[in-house]
């Protein structure tokens, strides 16, 4: 193969998928990966980035379609940083996403294992939450609010959004429209001033609406909250101050201006829900999520220890699914610990409970294979996965449940424990309908030598 420049122009068949949902077209073995292009198809590319193992390049022309490519729903589609496959029909992207998975457990894995397609639900219109920044036209003047451009923080301006309902259609219109009105500034990242930073929004039974400010007050206010008020049913209002120069979107805390906290329903109980608490974003895949959590851990007649447990959403869901079972909830942020205990009360269930406020590898190391007590160990990471020392750790567990949102760690974190460990059950959720994102539920059970 001839060194490959950015800039030259392939006229290739695509080889295969990639783990980010991307065509690879193979140059002998060296993979070129080309975003929005479909494994089968023949088509022309511009290379844009190269290195010593791979590069990628951008699609030119579809010379060749795949049968699986379809018409986009979405005008911005290819503009914005969301949304990968929704140019490829609703049962490859499923295919896709399981050989991805499929790929990576084998490859950084070493477990080859049967791998089911993903369970799916709604394939539009799914995501309860969004996160917008503002921006504003230097030509126009007109403010904005947008998803970042891929690998960018350039916005890319948008009046609504696919994978949301009608209610975040209505809450653009009415946001754009009230800050134009009022000649409200935006955050500027070269600069640092100016106010507006982003919107982020929730929709479960009403709507919560958080105000991301370069400030301590916002001006018009109780104008917004009236025009909020006038399309949604007891909207809640909050702002959160963040001034600082980062990429993080909410600032240390939230302030109520409107509205009152109310509780939503979240599967198998209601909540109150803060602005800056985890909630996975597809309430059916959700509560499939939960059932299937319960099921695997349905026959084990031992304590069950829960890392990374937030605020106890699911711990609650898991407790009230299996009435005769202890959980032991381990979080290091003392906030999202006294709200679990709460909940727990309110439930119910604190007699069968335990929270405690720990690091997960503290923990790990100091009590969770204490006195020979059967166990089973529930994990659900953040994307990085989970910490080396949690997995060196989990040595007196007879059962481990790992819920991942990144194939990737997943398959990492099965090979460090694969000496004790062995991979039992493996199902795909398809929780990002029109993106390369899966949520997968893993099931590990000791070794017989081991004990």
């Not at 301006?157 to 949301?164: E, H, M, R, S, V």
């Not at 209610?167 to 946001?175: F, G, R």
């Not at 679990?340 to 269930?349: F, P």
């Amino acid at each position: 193969m001839e060194r490959l420049l950015v800039g030259d122009v392939l006229q290739a068949v695509v080889a295969d998928s990639g783990a980010g949902g991307e065509g690879v077209v193979k140059l002998d073995s060296y993979p070129v990966f080309v975003p929005f292009a479909i494994k089968g198809e023949e088509v022309r590319v511009r290379v844009t980035f190269v290195k010593k193992d791979y590069a990628f390049a951008t699609l030119l022309e579809v010379v060749k379609p795949s049968p699986y490519r379809v018409k986009p729903v979405c005008t911005y589609f290819g503009k914005c940083g969301g949304c990968d496959l929704m140019h490829v029909c609703a049962d490859e992207q499923l295919r896709i996403k399981r050989d991805a998975l499929k790929n990576a457990l084998l490859r950084i894995g070493g477990a080859d294992i049967d791998v089911p397609l993903p369970l799916r639900e709604k394939e539009l219109g799914y995501r309860n939450k969004l996160s917008l920044p503002f921006a504003k036209n230097e030509r126009s003047g007109n403010i904005s609010l947008g998803f970042y451009e891929k690998r960018t923080h350039k916005v890319v301006p948008i009046k609504w959004c696919a994978l949301n309902g009608q209610w975040a259609a209505e809450l653009i219109e009415i946001v754009t429209g009230w800050a134009n009105e009022f000649g409200l500034s935006v955050y500027s990242e070269r600069t640092r001033d100016g106010l507006l930073r982003h919107i982020v929004a929730r929709m479960l039974d009403t709507l919560c609406v958080t105000v991301v400010i370069n400030g301590k007050e916002l001006p018009a206010a109780e104008e917004l909250v009236r025009r909020l008020r006038s399309k949604f049913d007891d909207p809640t209002v909050y702002i959160s101050e963040n001034t600082k120069d980062t990429n993080v979107i909410m600032g240390d805390s939230v302030r109520l201006i409107a509205g009152e906290s109310a509780p939503q329903r979240l599967g198998a109980f209601s909540a109150e829900v803060s602005p800056q608490s985890f909630l996975q974003v597809n309430n059916e895949i959700r509560d499939r999520i939960y059932d299937a959590v319960a099921q695997q851990l349905g026959d084990f007649d031992g304590d069950i220890v829960e890392l990374y447990s937030g605020v106890g959403l699911l711990t609650a869901q898991l407790a009230l699914r299996l009435p005769r079972t202890r959980i032991v909830s381990v979080e290091i942020e003392p906030a999202a610990t006294a709200d679990a205990a709460r909940l727990m009360d309110r439930l119910g269930i604190c007699e069968r409970v335990q929270i405690v406020t720990n690091d997960a590898v503290r923990y790990m190391e100091t009590y969770a294979n204490e006195n020979g007590a059967r166990r089973a160990l529930l994990l659900d990471p953040p994307r990085k996965g989970c910490d080396r020392a949690v997995l060196d750790a989990a040595v007196g567990f007879e059962r481990i449940v790992y819920i991942s949102c990144n194939p990737a760690t997943l398959a990492r974190d099965i090979k460090l424990l694969s000496p004790r460990y062995a991979l039992r059950y493996v199902q795909p959720f398809d929780m990002f309908p029109q993106t390369s994102a899966l949520e997968t539920l893993a099931v590990l059970e000791r070794r017989e030598e081991i004990l």
